[in-house]
């Protein structure tokens, strides 16, 4: 993946949590999630509002990061969850025709953690 392909703004239209064979649906009638992300040059953003039944919270990460093939790593400078800071993230990226799939985490070779793992679709946003 060329990393010009993927610079500018997306709109995040579904994310899943996979634990072993359970699969939970962040876009439901219980979730209602409002995410973007962007990349320009070697940073990234992503801010996002999450209702869940009553409860209103508000995400966000900011840092850098490398691109290798499709295998992408961020240097997370900032983030929501203070315990993020300073980490690295490895994330599987996948651009399918208009739809960019973000899978993490994943080992080396790209494959994801197969007891929990994250996938998230966007799209660009015009």
């Known amino acids: 993946m060329e990393k010009k392909s ?3 703004a997306w709109q ?3 994310m899943q949590r996979i634990d072993g064979a359970k699969v939970t649906n962040y876009f439901s009638d219980r979730y209602n999630v409002s995410q973007i992300k962007i990349w320009s040059g070697g940073h990234f953003i992503f801010v996002g509002k999450y209702e869940v039944d009553t409860t209103v919270s508000y995400r966000y990460g900011v840092g850098t ?3 290798q093939g ?3 790593e961020e240097d997370i400078l900032y983030h929501f969850d203070k315990a993020y800071e300073g980490r690295k993230n490895k994330i599987w990226l996948e651009i399918r025709n208009d739809t960019l799939l973000h899978i ?8 994801p953690d197969q ?3 994250w ?3 966007y799209v660009r946003l015009k």
């Open 115 to 117: 007891r929990t793992h």
């Open 70 to 72: 499709n295998i992408y």
């Open 6 to 8: 993927f610079q500018g």
């Open 104 to 111: 993490f985490p994943v080992d080396n070779s790209g494959k």
């Open 12 to 14: 995040m239209v579904q």
């Open 119 to 121: 996938i998230e679709k």
């Open 65 to 67: 990061y490398n691109l």
